[in-house]
């Protein structure tokens, strides 16, 4: 098993996010998780990279990617998973490529060349000429596809998309479906967390509802669902 969750719970402020959730993600697996604001992904998302630990540990309780506990070694276990966040953070002050160079310097990956760069680059779709502009002029879109770049120059097992099609127009959604296909043929496994309902029906063969904490199977395609189910979906 690639991701392996079992009797995870996190509680903030007396408020409990995250009850008992279990879930598996295993290698070659698209999995998305729908869900309005406010009602986990994103704290679920911090746990599994160890940014935050569960508030409730029992000995049933596991957290691991590729066999690595995540609470105990989550430097260790960050190194074999790729996030893509909602919100790109990038240094203005550096062009595109620059910051696809430099931020993978901080992995503990091998230097990739120029050429290698520019592959990933080309495969994001993101026009040659934006590569050496300072990425403070960058768009929305831009900045998102510098991002889904990064993400594929880490070459690992597991990637962690955090609303990967923000900020992305038709054609740039249906090139990330199309990465996201290839990466899962290649046995990468991938957590999507979305509103982008079409998407999420096209690329993903596991979807899930997280709603008061625990997660629910949704059946059959979520595009046929109802407006009152929807409602149930994305409201608190």
């Known amino acids: 098993m690639l991701l392996n969750i079992e009797h995870l719970s996190f509680s903030y402020n007396d408020k409990s996010l995250i009850k008992d959730l279990s879930l598996q993600v295993s290698n070659g697996e698209v ?10 992904k994103s704290t679920l998302l911090k746990l599994i990279l160890g940014i935050i630990k569960p508030t409730s540990i029992s000995p049933q309780t596991q957290l691991s990617v590729e066999s690595i506990n995540i609470i105990k070694q989550p430097d260790l276990a960050r190194q074999h998973i790729a996030y893509l966040p909602e919100q790109a953070a990038l240094y203005p002050h550096l062009t595109g490529f ?11 990956k091998k230097k990739l060349n120029r050429n290698e760069l520019e592959t990933y680059l080309t495969r994001v779709g993101l026009q040659t000429d934006a590569w050496h502009k300072l990425t403070t002029h960058y768009s929305k879109g831009m ?4 991002m889904i770049a990064l993400a594929l120059a880490r070459q690992v097992n597991l990637m962690l998309l955090d609303e990967p099609n923000t900020g992305l127009d038709p054609v ?7 990465i996201i296909y290839e990466l899962k043929l290649s046995g990468v496994g991938i957590l999507i967390v979305s509103h982008d309902l079409l998407s999420i029906d096209e690329v993903a063969e596991t979807q899930l509802i997280l709603r008061d904490g625990k997660l629910t199977p949704i059946t059959g395609s979520i595009m046929q669902s109802s407006l009152a189910d929807l409602r149930k979906i994305f409201t608190l």
Do not use: C, F, P
Request: glycine share 12%; hydrophobic share 40%; proline share 0%.
């Open 172 to 178: 740039a959604t249906a090139d990330l479906n199309r």
């Open 31 to 40: 999995v998305a998780i729908l869900g309005g604001n406010g009602l986990g």
């Open 98 to 108: 620059e910051n696809l160079q430099y931020m993978l310097s901080l992995t503990n």
């Open 143 to 146: 900045r998102q596809k510098l």
